[in-house]
């Protein structure tokens, strides 16, 4: 049986006052195999990217392999002080993010307008 | 369904197979009354379960086999899955999320957590020569027990 595969569209939105916001939107499934979907993507954003979205809203399937990815993505976003905000998680998937601590460094959001507003840098 | 009824699978150690045995146990667990949420936590164990299986125990060698056993009775659906290692750690580690972000603590490890954290009984056997398995349960009314 074939993964499904993760397939990433990045765009730049102009939601919120401020800096454009970089949307990292993700679709299929993110798991061991998804590391250059997940941080080749991440690496190929321009330098001065400061505000990072992440879109789970097309994720069909997601493990733990994949959640490591996500926080090796926000590790790599810590040290360039950039900050980040999710929406799109299933409500399960939301309280796995919760259980495992992610939630004390990315907000996780019901939708894109929240998200948008939460940026405050 | 029938009290005693069990399914059995066997897959390949081939990592996306475990989806056949997640999707499996959620029929199962939906046809059981199952609300939404425990399917969707089962579903998680269930999928990590057979991952650890195939990587660890397996060493990803496409040969050997993940056994998947699912029993069903009136209150609850228990799942094992089987692989040839040796058998997990006997320490579950609680994921660190600061000391993951500050790189101190890897970022993958989490699996054996969830599993604990979502079903309602887990436990890991070591059972060598034959190899190790993995016991979830899921209950529907794990408060009158």
Redesign the interface.
């Given at each position: 049986?074939?993964?499904l595969g993760t397939q990433v569209k990045v765009e730049e939105v102009q939601c919120a006052p401020g800096n454009p916001i970089t949307v990292i939107r993700f679709s299929g499934d993110i798991?061991?195999?998804s590391q250059a979907a997940v941080l080749g993507t991440y690496q190929g954003l321009p330098e001065d990217t400061q505000r990072i979205l992440l879109d789970f809203s097309k994720v069909e399937?997601l493990?733990?392999?994949g959640?490591?990815?996500v926080?090796?993505l926000?590790?790599a976003a810590?040290k360039k002080g950039q900050s980040i905000q999710s929406f799109g998680l299933?409500?399960?998937f939301q309280k796995?993010f919760t259980?495992?601590?992610?939630t004390?460094?990315t907000t996780l959001h019901p939708n894109e307008k929240t998200a948008c507003a939460a940026f405050t840098t | 369904m029938k009290t005693g009824s069990s399914i059995e699978l066997r897959l390949p150690s081939?990592?996306?197979?475990?989806?056949?045995a997640m999707n499996t146990a959620a029929s199962v667990a939906k046809l059981m009354g199952f609300a939404e949420?425990r399917v969707?936590?089962l579903k998680?164990a269930v999928?990590?379960a057979c991952?650890n299986a195939m990587e660890h125990g397996n060493q990803l060698n496409e040969a050997l086999i993940v056994g998947v056993v699912l029993s069903m009775d009136e209150e609850s659906l228990e799942v094992k899955v089987h692989d040839h290692g040796a058998g997990a750690p006997t320490q579950i580690v609680k994921?660190?999320?600061?000391k993951?972000?500050h790189?101190e603590q890897?970022?993958?490890g989490?699996?054996m957590?969830?599993i604990q954290?979502l079903v309602d009984e887990a436990e890991w056997v070591s059972s060598p020569p034959t190899g190790s398995y993995a016991r979830m349960v899921i209950r529907l009314h794990p408060a009158a027990e």
């Open positions: 049986m074939a993964e798991t061991s195999t399937y493990n733990s392999s959640i490591a990815l926080i090796q926000m590790i810590g299933t409500p399960h796995v259980m495992v601590g992610i004390k460094y | 081939k990592l996306g197979y475990e989806k056949v949420d969707e936590d998680t999928a990590e991952i994921p660190d999320i600061d993951k972000m790189e890897t970022p993958r989490l699996g957590f969830l954290a």
